[in-house]
């Protein structure tokens, strides 16, 4: 019985394979290099940086566009999305096939690659952390898609690597182990806690993380772009005060560092966002469908890319 419950455990759920991380002291942790697993049918690919994604060149072909998406558990789309319907993929395929063909004469451009660096509950802080270790793979445009939480992000660590059961930093013994050790309560480390009790002007701190993220992609020669995705409950009910505020700080950060910025609070307000939406904060396969739509119209709109592909 317990031989055949393991069975169906690794096969039909992908369990006792678990996405791992490692520790990094720039941006705190993030998913450990190459690595390729189902969960619960869908297949997960972690190339050699860290990406949800195939391996890639670090420098970018000629006649080819690239944008590199930094973002949270959004952007990654967990184990709920199929590495075929990622955001990344969306946005790729939406320059690929709509946009790029109907410019090609004038931009000199003939594809797009579209890279996916992203880990579940990073901020701006661990966003500009990864192109501090990384680089921007000579992207000429690099979009930072947030979330409304993410103004509040707290600082890069790596406290609940390997405590906490969705970051684990090893292999479990049997699936039967994983499935036991997240049904355990848990309690966050003492430093973790510390860290989400600190006092101070935690939205102006990511503020400053993404003004030096403008910073460093400027000194590569690329473009930033800037998106943000609502909580489902502000489409329900509206922003609490307290967010509202954080965004308009958002709104006047962005035009004074002449940063394109994509609020889809309005837009999603106008569709039937429920249908867009797999839990309270991240979007199924049609929201990364309607989403990957919009910013691959903003990254031909505002990426500010030239003839042969480069920034003028």
């Known amino acids: 019985m317990g031989v055949a419950l393991e069975i169906v455990l690794r096969l039909r759920y992908g369990l006792g394979d678990p996405p791992l991380y490692v520790a990094d002291d720039l941006m705190g942790y993030r998913l450990a290099p190459n690595q390729s697993l189902r969960r619960r049918g869908n297949r997960i690919a972690i190339n050699d940086y860290s990406m949800r994604g195939p391996s890639l060149s670090p420098h970018r072909p000629s006649q080819t566009l690239r944008v590199l998406l930094l973002g949270d558990s959004i952007v990654n789309g967990g184990w709920w999305t ?22 090609a004469q004038t931009s000199g451009l003939t594809q797009a690659e579209v890279f996916n660096a992203s880990a579940n509950s990073w901020g701006p802080r661990n966003e500009l952390g990864y192109v501090q270790r990384f680089g921007t793979f000579e992207s000429q445009v690099v979009m930072l898609v947030i979330n ?3 103004l509040f992000a707290i600082a890069p660590n ?8 969705a970051y684990p930093i090893r292999r479990p013994p049997l699936a039967l182990w994983e499935v036991i050790r997240r049904r355990q309560p848990y309690q966050p480390s003492p ?8 006092p101070g002007d935690r939205v102006g701190v990511n503020l400053e993380a993404i003004r030096q993220l403008n910073a460093q992609v400027a000194s590569s020669q690329g473009r930033l772009l800037l998106a943000m995705t609502p909580l489902r409950r502000e489409l329900d009910n509206g922003s609490r005060d307290y967010e509202q505020v954080a965004r ?6 962005a035009a004074a560092e002449g940063i394109p910025y994509l609020d889809f609070l309005p837009r999603f307000q106008s569709l039937d966002h429920a249908a867009l939406y797999f839990d309270h904060i991240h979007l199924n396969a049609q929201g990364n469908q309607v989403v990957g739509q919009a910013l691959a119209e903003w990254v031909m709109e505002h990426g500010g890319v030239g003839m042969d592909g480069e920034k003028p």
């Open 191 to 198: 430093e973790f806690q510390a860290l989400h009790n600190e």
């Open 248 to 253: 308009q700080r958002l709104i006047a950060f």
């Open 148 to 150: 409304t939480d993410d």
């Open 82 to 103: 199929d590495q075929s319907a990622l955001l990344s993929m969306k946005v790729q395929a939406f320059l690929d096939n709509d946009l790029i063909q109907d410019t």
């Open 158 to 165: 790596s406290y609940e690597l390997g405590r906490h059961p």
